[in-house]
């Protein structure tokens, strides 16, 4: 059979910076308040100008580097975001074109904070479909254009960035010893919309909206949804929840990560975390994370890799893999 095996990473965070006391300068907040409720101390927000297609582009081109490709030898990109440069066409499609990529295909999947779960899991379908034998995988996003800026229960908890894995299809024996992978989960449900949602869309309002959110009942479902989707995952796998080597979660919460890895029985030491420097970037978060804990010298070769996120829909989900 085939497995998706990562060949390329690569990652891309704005230049500019924002603190919690730049914030406090603005609304009715404090850095303790944000540093104890969320763990986030600064995030990075795109520059005026600067589109969800450059983070994109910057992300991917160090993935190919890093995988010693060019855009051309990509046949698949799937883009997860929530803000991408226009309704149409597809982000995906801009960021083919100016990584040189004339042939395959390029589309946009839409999971908000699951974006990059539900984008490898669509990349890992057609690869064992054998319709992609080497698919481009990014999360890249600017919510600092969907933000209230006024309302500071939302606007201290999202940044601006990008990630982006080069998937390749490799011969695996359908076993869990192979690299790749192993099993990815999806799951939504559409009753939760008012929990998390954008008050605006070019069907309903012609404008882009702002991001609203009932943050203490999304706090409430995220543990126990991630929870969920990881047992799933691990079980699907034939693993055990100890056989994990390192969890790349989310970024939303501090409390929710840690209180989902207790669930779990998992310490934090297998666990990534970039939210105090990146703060919540969606889709962007878990590829961040990931390249983030790759850098770092954590994740190596043949680790077991747990990745997982819930976001607006509700969505969330999980994707296991060895790396
Ligand atoms: O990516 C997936 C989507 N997002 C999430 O997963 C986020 C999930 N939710 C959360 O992370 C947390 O619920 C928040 C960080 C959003 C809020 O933390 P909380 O501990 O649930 O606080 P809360 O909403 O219960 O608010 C507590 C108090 C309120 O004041 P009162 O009503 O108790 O007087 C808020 O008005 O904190 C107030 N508050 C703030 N105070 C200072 C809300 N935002 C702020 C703020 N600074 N930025």
Redesign the pocket.
Known sequence: MKRSVAIGWGSYLPEKMVTNEELAER????DE??VE??GISRRHVAAEGELTSDLAVAASEKALASAGIEGSDIDLIVLATATPDETFPATATTVQARLGMTGGAAFDVQA??TGFIYAISVADNFVRAGQAERVLVIGAETFSRILDWED???C??FGDGAGALVLEAQDGNGANTDRGILTTHLRSDGRYHDM?YVDGGPSSTQTAGFLR?R??E??RH?VTNLAETVGEAVSAAGLELHDIDWVVP?Q??K??IDGTARKLGLTGDKVILTVDRHA?T?AASVPLALVDGIEAGKIKRDDIVLLEA???GFTWGSCLMRW
Not at 27 to 30: E, N
């Open positions: 609304v009715d907040t404090s308040w944000i409720r969320t908000v904070c500071r229960a939302t201290v908890l998390l959110m943050g203490r999304v706090f995220a989310h939303a919460n409390r929710i919540n969606s819930m976001g607006g």
